[in-house]
């Protein structure tokens, strides 16, 4: 499963986050699946947004009736992280994203949750790759379908 999104502020990270836990809860076998999402803005929030919703994948499948509350804690963490930048201070994973600038970084690819239980029984969750590909100013990108070339290389 593939998912684009090029910009944070009109492509909300939440937007993107259920997106991505609506693939991740399919009723499918979580080892014959992946969900990668490439993000064409290079967006930390976007990045912070998927570490939040693979784990709050891990028991939203499942239970998803169940846990309905958990799932306003992530809605109003990843909102909240929209507003206050000072909530990705102190993730290490997030230094990757320090000197990077929409326009102008190398290619970033990040495992979020790797499925190594492999079995595909109801309590797992596919793979979760988040990818930016590499962006230069003075080299003309075809945006998000651009993304998807990146892929096939």
């Not at 201070?89 to 979020?112: C, M, P, R, W, Y």
């Amino acid at each position: 499963m593939f998912v684009p999104t090029a910009n944070p502020v009109r492509e909300p990270p939440i937007i993107v986050a259920n997106t991505v836990l609506s693939l991740l809860a399919l009723n499918y076998p979580a080892n014959k699946l992946a969900c990668y999402v490439s993000d064409d803005g290079c967006s930390p929030l976007t990045y912070f947004s998927l570490k939040e919703t693979s784990k709050f994948a891990k028991i939203w499948g499942p239970f998803c009736k169940k846990y309905n509350r958990e799932y306003e804690k992530l809605r109003r963490k990843v909102e909240d992280s929209t507003g206050d930048s000072h909530l990705l201070d102190g993730d290490d994973e997030l230094e990757t994203f320090s000197n990077a600038k929409q326009n102008n970084h190398s290619t970033i690819v990040k495992v979020v949750w790797e499925n190594k239980g492999g079995v595909g029984d109801e309590k797992e969750v596919p793979h979760l790759v988040y990818i930016s590909r590499e962006k230069r100013p003075d080299y003309v990108h075809h945006y998000k379908s651009g993304a998807m070339n990146f892929l096939e290389t």
